[in-house]
């Protein structure tokens, strides 16, 4: 919402420095994203055209003799002679003239130049040039009683104002308008705030011999107000209005359309106009739509309509506009129009929204409708229409006498029970009633009683331009905001416990630092995959979430795993010559939702991906993390897991459960994706892992024994479909107590071996806590692991 | 060597000398011979002790007459004296030697060795974050977690944001597909379904307030996501910090002390906080929470567009519906809540000018942190 300091000033006597202007406007909530003093630009001046003349050597540029007191040119009579691309001039009009030395808004220095030959002595300005219009085509035609010489900013009345540039947040629809920013403003600077009385002169018959309203849906309009104007010339609007609603980002296209848009920018009061030669009867009406009709709006775009989207009818229930949103061509204003029907209407603000998005047309009328209207500025936003154009038609116009005032449901005033209690008790700052009046009233807020017990409740009224303000708590923001949020105090709260993180929460930083110490590193990969990034990862049968609206179909999936994701990151660096990497990510894959539940399932996992890694790479960070976390994991080979090595990949098992994968990716999976090394992968579900987790903190101490120890070697020729897990399981199993620790200290397949076994070594370490092992006990030992290897896996000692 | 028993005579004792002498000259001579730690170990024996040659003269130095004892015996220890030093000092000397030598065959370039592994590197969301919840736990909050999809009344209805609200719009929603199970939300615009991915993490508020009777100091942050394109500035999946207190007694002056205390304490003494009012559907009074600029520490800069003051996230007081939406009476109890994005922080903080750049798993980027 962009402001002009000298349009604020019109409601209020607000003086001051613009920047501690702008800080007054930021901190009552209209925050300003800029502020621009307008520059005097002193060297633009008013001059008169003395003579054209043809350029001897260019057919698109004229020679322009400009008069200006007190120069002397080379333009014929002592004029200054400019060359000018434009030919809208003529003998006699008034232009702005940017004069040699002057910077222009754009940064464009004026120099005394030549073109073709020809001297030019300044610029003839366009509105454009000088950000004042939306006109490049053509010189600014000035009006006659400027002043000639005299500075074009101070003719415009422009001269050192300030344009403010706010951020209006949507529970301020008054502040959608020069009033209600001028409103804030002045009850901040302590200065009275008034909307002048428009002066209409109503020569015209009276309203209701040619114009009528009906409302058919009482809850879609509130207040339907008509007023009608005759004699009316549509020409251009004048420049100071011109430059007003340009700088104020509309484009001024004639006196109607250019003073309706005045009135909303200035009141917050969108308005629509009608040629009432157009209009059989003068009649409006409105209604909701039943849908399956259509109308063709202002833009020349053919829009449908659907149950419930609010319409303007005309006598014969033919669409002349969408209610609040846009009106229809075939009422428009035209050059030709003379008589013009002005509605000015109350809309509901859901169904405008409803309706503004769905046709994506949101304006600058929906936009305010949606926020909410003043009901009650209707009969004054008419009137200060009127005397608009009356003021900007040469010779007046004819204003019909009287408006139609048509009404459905309006909001109830809200009554807003205040308790400075209840204030003090938010604000942390003692307001008496007294005080918190005094900060609402000059916002329009009414305080019952006027005058009374400090301590005692308000009754406030809260004014029809406030629709957001319904409860006390919304009262209190307003008296907080007047107060001034800097000025409230600060005072930190402790909560009664401790902080702390849960115990999963430090557990999960843990294992990323596990991750670290060996190496990996963190990736976050898009969770959102393409339809095709499943089979392509060598997953299948996983029927994943989907979105509804994605924003491209690459991005349409929800990841039921963190394999494509880290692929993709996997595959990015090796495209970047880093082809060995280790990336690993903690992250939610999701799936379809479990019977009776609303939300998808979604399950926190670990993934690591390492190019160029092995399956014994991938083992041994899952052994780091074992390790780590003291689980009693396991692995069990297996052949047919989703996009894995078909011989090289393994199922984490923890307490009897799978709990994931480890191993190699599918080389063919590796080769889609631009992965020519093998490539490492672990995941695993994070919430069992961490849920079997134990960290040393958690530890009771295991004494260390201080009787010798003495170490077994043994090798047996074992069949490759068993384990060497389930052979190191039973060793444990059998060694009982003494048996300290078993190592996989060699793996020997070969000429030796019979074919589809491998030697397996073991070295056992015997220890006992009370004692030192006799041989004769270790020799025990180590019979009872021989045995029990051999009789549980078809596997002989060596 | 003379049998001797009682009383030698003195040829007897010439011999025994000469012996002594004799197995000192062959010592020292074997000592010299040596010519490795090895070899002078192997001629020890030889040297010392009762194999050694002048082992039995030690043994028959109990046969002779105490006044013949004395002479010999003093030879003999002079003898066995220098044979021990002269040990020691060859055998000083070879251990010099191979010493010299191992360090000859052990030399390294050290600059040589090739690399080995390195260490990883956490996410610089996830170091910002951890950082931002140590901040908070050190005031007294816990972490809260939840659901990354969530149903429509979580994310908006709760939070004061009934269906067509206007102010939905600030947030541009990624709604799921669940097939026949989705539901429409007014079957008209056919984009609204009942689940959708969380736009911010209040949900997690409301769960939080479901469960847990006040007082509650907690904060939620994480994952969240907007349909919104990806550029320098946006992610469609990016990370938020939202906290929330409520608690007797809570007031608009906790909340900004609050903030002023985790400003202070996360970006150092010389940044403070302002709160400025702003809207948001879920807490009355609002506001906006800006922090002195980081760049020129309120100077002025480009970065804060010269005002000294860069806009960090919203905050505000819980709103009354929203308390009474979570089954909490709002005369008893109020309080704040607070967001802020993760990832600008993490930008902020290490100069990163495109958002995307944080995304792209390049190893290049992720080692630097």
């Known amino acids: ?798 | 060597m003379p049998a001797v028993n009682g009383p030698a005579t003195d040829a007897d004792l010439d011999t025994l000398l000469a012996d002594i002498d004799a197995a000192r000259s062959q010592g020292l001579a074997a000592i010299a011979a040596a010519l490795s730690t090895d070899e002078l170990a192997q001629v020890e024996s030889g040297l010392f002790g009762r194999k050694s040659a002048l082992g039995p003269i030690k043994q028959a130095l109990g046969s002779l007459a105490p006044d013949q004892r004395a002479g010999v015996g003093r030879a003999l220890n002079e003898a066995q004296q220098e044979l021990r030093t002269a040990h020691a000092q060859a055998s000083d000397e070879l251990a010099a030697v191979a010493r010299r030598e191992q360090l000859q065959r052990e030399w390294l370039d050290l600059t040589e060795t090739p690399p080995g592994p390195e260490r990883g590197h956490l996410h610089l969301v996830t170091q910002t974050t951890e950082r931002l919840e140590d901040v908070f736990v050190g005031m007294g909050f816990t972490v809260s977690e939840g659901p990354q999809a969530e149903t429509d009344w979580y994310n908006f209805e709760a939070l004061n944001l009934p269906a067509a609200h206007p102010a939905r719009s600030m947030w541009d929603t990624l709604y799921l597909d669940l097939g026949e199970r989705t539901e429409l939300g007014d079957g008209e615009g056919g984009e609204a379904s009942n689940v959708l991915l969380r736009t911010h993490t209040s949900p997690v508020q409301i769960r939080v307030m479901e469960v847990q009777p006040p007082p509650i100091y907690t904060i939620c942050p994480g994952r969240v996501f907007r349909r919104d394109t990806a550029d320098a500035s946006h992610m469609p999946v990016f990370h938020q910090l939202e906290g929330l207190v409520v608690d007797r007694g809570i007031s608009f002056a906790d909340l900004a002390g609050t903030l002023e205390e985790f400003t202070s304490a996360y970006f150092g003494r010389s940044i403070s906080s302002r709160l400025r009012p702003s809207y948001f559907p879920f807490t009355e009074p609002s506001a906006e929470f800006d922090i002195t600029c980081v760049i020129c520490e309120g100077a002025g800069c480009q970065t804060c567009q010269r005002t000294g003051w860069i806009e960090l996230g919203g905050c505000g007081m819980v709103h009354p519906n929203v308390l009474t939406n979570c089954g909490i009476d709002f005369e008893e109890w109020t309080g704040f809540a607070f967001g802020f994005g993760i990832d600008r922080l993490a930008l902020m903080r290490h100069g990163i000018d495109d958002l995307r750049d944080m995304y792209s798993n390049d190893i290049r980027f992720l080692s630097q942190f």
């Open chain 1, 1 to 798: 919402m962009k402001v002009l300091l000298s349009w604020l000033r019109e409601f209020a006597p607000i003086e001051g420095d613009p920047a501690e202007l702008a800080d007054h406007l930021s901190d009552l909530g209209m925050a300003v994203e800029e502020m621009r003093v307008l520059p005097p630009l002193d060297g633009v001046v008013v001059a008169r055209v003395a003579g054209l003349r043809p350029h001897p050597e260019a057919d698109r540029i004229q020679l322009v003799d400009v008069e200006l007191p007190g120069a002397s040119g080379e333009g014929t009579r002592g004029a200054l002679q400019v060359c000018c691309g434009a030919f809208n001039m003529s003998v006699g009009d008034l232009v702005p003239l940017a004069t040699v030395g002057t910077t222009m808004p754009g940064g464009l220095e004026i120099g005394e130049r030549r073109l073709r030959g020809q001297l030019s002595q300044g610029m003839c300005c366009s509105a454009a040039e000088l950000e004042l219009g939306a006109d490049a085509d053509g010189i600014m035609i000035l009006p006659s009683d400027f002043e000639l010489g005299a500075s074009l900013m101070s003719q415009l009345g422009l001269d050192g104002d300030v344009l403010y540039d706010l951020e209006v947040n949507p529970n301020r629809p008054d502040a959608m308008s020069v009033a209600g920013v001028a409103r804030d403003l002045a009850a901040r600077l302590g200065v009275p705030f008034r909307i002048p009385e428009p002066a209409v002169d109503e020569t015209g018959a009276d309203v209701s011999t040619v114009a009528s309203v009906k409302i058919v849906d009482s809850d879609l309009c509130g207040r339907f107000g008509v007023r009608v104007i005759g004699g009316v010339s549509i020409g251009s609007s004048p420049l100071w209005m011109q430059a007003r609603l340009t700088l104020c980002g509309m484009r001024p296209i004639n006196s109607v359309v250019d003073i309706s848009n005045y009135v909303m920018l200035e009141l917050g009061t969108p308005n629509h106009t009608y040629d009432l030669a157009l209009v059989p009867g003068g009649h409006l009406g409105t209604r909701r739509s039943a849908g399956g009709e259509s109308v063709v709006t202002l833009d020349g775009a053919e829009r449908e309509l659907l149950r419930g989207d609010g319409v303007i009818v005309d006598r014969d229930d033919r669409l002349i506009g969408i209610a609040g949103v846009m009106g229809a061509a075939n009422t428009e204003i035209s050059d030709g129009t003379t008589d013009v029907l002005l509605e000015l209407a109350w809309w509901d603000r859901l169904s405008i929204t409803r309706t503004s998005q769905r046709l994506g047309l949101r304006s600058e009328a929906s936009m305010r409708f949606e926020r909410g209207t003043d009901h009650e500025l209707v009969p004054i936003a008419l009137d200060r229409f009127c005397e608009l154009l009356n003021r900007v038609t040469p010779g007046g116009v004819s204003v019909c006498r009287g408006r139609l005032d048509g009404r459905g449901e309006l909001p109830e005033s809200t009554h807003v029970r205040v308790r400075p209690a209840r204030m003090s008790h938010l604000l942390s700052q003692s307001f008496t009633a007294s005080q918190v009046r005094a900060l609402l009233e000059p916002i329009g807020f009414a305080c019952e009683p006027a005058a009374g017990d400090l301590t005692a409740a308000l009754e406030v009224t809260v004014p029809s331009f406030r629709p957001d303000v319904v409860t006390e708590t919304d009262v209190a923001e307003e008296v907080a905001r007047h107060y001034g949020y800097g000025k409230l105090g600060r005072t930190v709260p402790r909560s009664p416990e401790p902080g702390r993180l849960t115990p999963t929460q430090r557990l999960r930083r843990e294992l990323r630092r596990v991750l670290v110490g060996a190496g990996s590193s963190e990736a976050m990969p898009n969770p959102f995959l393409a339809p095709d990034a499943l089979r392509r990862a060598g997953i299948e049968g996983t029927e994943p979430v989907r979105l509804l609206n994605p924003l491209a179909t690459e991005e349409s999936v929800l990841r039921p795993s963190l394999l494509p994701g880290l692929l993709t990151a996997a595959a990015y660096n090796t495209s970047h010559r880093n082809d060995t990497v280790s990336l690993f990510e903690i992250g939610v894959v999701f799936g379809q939702p479990a019977p009776d539940e609303p939300l998808p399932t979604e399950t926190e996992r670990l993934g690591v991906i390492w190019s160029g890694g092995e399956a014994a790479d991938a083992v041994h960070l899952w052994d780091l993390i074992v390790s780590a976390f003291g689980l009693d994991a396991a692995l069990t080979n297996a052949g047919d897991l989703d996009g894995m090595h078909p011989v090289r990949a393994a199922q984490v098992m923890l307490g009897g459960h799978a709990v994931g994968v480890v191993g190699e990716i599918d080389p063919v999976v590796c080769e889609r994706h631009g992965l020519a090394q093998r490539c490492a992968w672990l995941q695993v579900d994070v919430e069992p892992l961490l849920a079997a987790a134990s960290t040393a903190a958690d530890r009771p101490y295991q004494l260390v024994s201080t009787y010798p120890s003495s170490d077994i070697d043994l090798a047996f020729a074992v069949p490759d479909d068993v384990q060497a897990s389930q052979v190191r399981d039973t060793l444990v199993a059998a060694g009982g107590d003494e048996l300290r620790s078993v190592e996989l200290f060699d793996v020997y397949r070969g000429d030796q071996m019979t074919s589809g076994t491998r030697s397996l070594a073991y070295r056992l370490r015997l220890q006992a806590d009370d004692r030192t092992l006799t041989d004769a006990q270790a020799a025990e030992i180590r019979q009872r692991c021989i045995d029990a290897v051999e009789s549980t896996h078809d596997a002989q000692l060596r």
